[in-house]
């Protein structure tokens, strides 16, 4: 078995749904076609893993370029090559770099779409809660706890937290919602058919800075996490009847205003802003 040990950067990991994808090439106007193929008459373009590692993985259709070299499913692959079973493709006809590169751009647009969601209210209902008494006392009430996090920031840099003046170009598909009271948020990757905008932050604080590089999945969720280690916002969310999602980030926008930042930068995925 190949053991070459390595995945080459530009090959995507696509997570993105199948109908997702295919809609995305068609809008680009990108052919593709499907069926079923000998593993054999297939080309690999990363190393492959273990068999220990590829036993439990589900078959479904893998993506490949229009000579049949693998953009995404290298373990799917494996495993129809070690049964010597026919595997599901999708094959996207450009040439194998042209075809990563539209992949990588829709999972790119998926990506940020799926973030993009947090933004949403999700009726006027909600924001009536949000902008409620009860939910105001809620929010002060853990700025106590909120202010600990001063003490995180300042902790193990050998730095104290202070001022980070940015500018920076960033995407968004609507117009900025200057009422809003999350905030903004944008994609640092350029992105087809959203506008550019430049921005300038004050103080913009960098999640890299508190190591939240290092976890997987929502960033935005893992700052919660790190900020209000003790707090269950599903539960709060599911007490006052609003969108657990939309409370954090509510939540996030103001202890991060008091703390005098104007602006989120969560990695390389999205910016929140303030202004």
């Known amino acids: 078995m190949i053991d070459m040990r390595y995945k080459p950067y530009h090959l995507p990991q696509v997570n993105a749904p199948y109908i997702y994808v295919l809609n995305k090439l068609k809008d680009d106007k990108i052919k593709y076609k499907k069926g079923k193929i000998d593993p054999n008459e297939l080309s690999p373009m990363q190393g492959l893993v273990s068999l220990e ?8 259709p893998i993506w490949i370029s229009q000579e049949n070299k693998i953009l995404d499913g290298h373990h799917r692959y ?14 996207i006809m450009l040439p194998a770099l042209d075809a ?9 647009l998926y990506e940020y779409e799926t ?3 947090l933004e949403e209210v999700v009726n006027q209902d909600q924001v009536n809660v949000l902008n409620s008494p009860e939910t105001q006392d809620y929010l002060s009430a853990i700025g106590d706890e ?3 996090s001063k003490e995180f920031l300042n902790s193990g840099a050998n ?28 994609s ?13 932050f004050d103080n913009l604080l960098d999640t890299n800075k508190l190591g939240l590089q290092a976890f997987n999945g929502n960033p935005i969720e893992t700052l919660s996490k790190v900020w209000f280690p003790h707090i269950n916002f599903k539960e709060i969310a599911k007490k006052y009847k609003t969108n657990p999602e939309h409370l954090i980030n509510r939540t996030i926008a ?20 303030f202004k």
């Open 100 to 108: 990563a590169r539209a992949l990588n751009k829709i999972q790119d």
């Open 188 to 200: 640092v990757k350029p992105i087809d058919g959203y506008t550019k905008y430049e921005i300038e």
């Open 115 to 117: 973030q993009h969601q």
């Open 254 to 273: 103001e202890q991060a205003k008091k703390m005098g930042f104007d602006g989120i930068k969560y990695g390389d995925i999205i910016i929140q802003g």
């Open 78 to 91: 494996a495993k129809a090559l070690t049964k010597q079973t026919p595997i599901s493709y999708f094959q």
């Open 159 to 186: 730095e104290k937290v202070g001022r980070e003046r940015k500018k920076l170009f960033a995407y968004r598909k609507d117009p900025i919602n200057e009422k809003s009271s999350i905030g903004n948020f944008f």
């Open 53 to 60: 590692k590829i036993a439990d993985m589900e078959d479904t």
């Open 146 to 148: 909120a202010n600990e």
